[in-house]
């Protein structure tokens, strides 16, 4: 069985984007469960179950962050293997799945568990720059958004059903954990087998020979360099303290002291219902409108999501942060995934993506750690504060570096 071609140039394109969006659709039909799961379940468990230190809490929401902070040498040596995107995709859920399956036999070994756990993220991570070289390719650039968001919206559809589930059962009995890090495992094989029989092209191999030349995009092209800045404020402001999130429902020093299914319902139902019904409206917009007017949105509600969540002193007022988050979650997941398709030269969407791609990975490594940290000099809702302020400059960012773009 070999992994399906892109046709010959006589072949419809518009056959070639149906049958994308087929499998494509079915592949994010379970996307949620590991992302969702690794995120919140299984800092439930480091906290809860294994009462971990602050340096093994941090590390779960870093685990995707070590995958994205790989993916220039990742994308270089894949370029090596001389396989269809798909293909390379598909083993990258495989070997995931195989790991999801190893950290669900670490009951009693909480570095078995975490360090299975994180690489599988890592490993799920480094499929963005791959998914987007098969999205610039088999999409036209007037249904790109609307394509994907249709794919993000159906990957996040199931996961308030297991976000429930999960939550009732570590309510009785947070033991049983290794259930959902099986139901990943399989979730990731399932969805292995979609994108292999994605169409897509073989990675073109780049002449350099040095896998991070790339990176010199971010001060070669200027607009993309003040734009992937604008990114690390915003993300560096979001990513150290959406890690204190459970920290903040579950710890004693605040009011909330949140149950594991009100937990669940607060990081994974609700953020994911409202994700469901934003994603669609936020890829219209992103075809539709100038992106500049449409980052600033989902900003502008991000930075309304963190006061709201962290400065709520009932489990409510965290439900209406959560609600909050979905939306600019929604927003910030289209807009992350195709913003250098509106920059990036033809043919070079990949290595804008991989550059963008390794920056998110340096923030989203380095922010969970000092957030965690942080918290032991100042308060939590003080640390939110300090997030809040920098989502409100990178919204004040990007009106010198529209300008420039108009230029």
């Known amino acids: 069985m070999t ?64 995958g994205l902070l790989s993916t220039p040498i990742a994308l270089f040596y894949f370029t090596r293997l001389k396989m269809r995107t798909s293909s390379i995709c598909s083993v990258n859920y495989l070997c995931a799945g195989c790991l999801f399956l190893l950290a669900s036999v670490g009951v009693d070994n909480l570095w078995i568990f975490l360090g299975s756990g994180t690489i599988a993220a890592a490993l799920l991570a480094q499929q ?3 998914l987007v070289h098969i999205y610039s390719t088999n999409y036209s650039s007037a249904i790109r958004g609307k394509r994907v968001a249709y794919a993000i919206t159906l990957s996040v559809a199931l996961a308030p ?9 570590l309510e009785s009995d947070i033991s049983n954990f290794p259930i959902l890090f099986q139901i990943m495992g399989v979730a990731c094989f399932f969805s292995g087998a979609c994108i292999y029989m994605t169409p897509s092209r073989i990675l073109q191999r780049s002449p350099k020979s040095n896998p991070l030349t790339h990176l010199s995009l971010a001060w070669k092209d200027k607009i993309f360099g003040c734009m992937l800045g604008m990114w690390m404020i915003l993300g560096f402001g979001n990513l150290t303290t959406m890690p204190l999130q459970i920290e903040y429902m579950t710890s004693d020093e605040y009011s909330i002291q949140a149950s594991n299914t009100q937990i669940a319902i607060a990081a994974i139902v609700i953020p994911s219902i409202a994700r469901i019904i934003a994603t669609s409206i936020w890829g ?50 289209v807009n992350w995934s195709l913003w250098v398709t509106k920059f990036a030269p033809v043919g070079q ?48 960012l990007l009106f010198p570096i529209s300008r420039l773009a108009r230029r």
């Not at 659709?25 to 971990?52: I, P």
């Open 284 to 333: 219209h917009l992103f075809d539709s409108f100038n992106f500049f007017l449409i980052r600033g949105l989902a900003s502008c509600i991000q930075l309304t999501a963190i006061v709201a969540f962290f400065f709520a002193d009932s489990i409510f007022g965290i439900y209406l942060g959560a609600l909050g988050y979905g939306v600019a979650m929604a927003g910030g997941n």
């Open 3 to 66: 992994s399906p071609a892109i046709p010959n140039s006589d072949d419809d394109a518009e056959n070639i984007a149906r049958k994308t969006f087929r499998w494509d659709m079915m592949r994010s039909s379970l996307g949620g469960f590991m992302d969702a799961g690794w995120r919140t379940f299984a800092l439930l468990v480091v906290t809860r179950y294994f009462d971990a230190s602050s340096f093994a809490k941090a590390l779960v929401p870093a685990a995707f962050m070590i």
């Open 128 to 130: 963005m720059p791959l």
């Open 349 to 396: 969407e990949a290595d804008y993506m991989t550059v963008h791609s390794f920056m998110t990975g340096i923030r989203g490594l380095v922010a969970p750690f000092i957030g965690f940290y942080m918290i032991q000099f100042f308060s939590i809702q003080g640390w939110a504060a300090f997030g809040s302020i920098l989502v409100a400059l990178s919204i004040c």
């Open 161 to 169: 059903i297991f976000g429930w589930f999960g939550g009732q059962l």
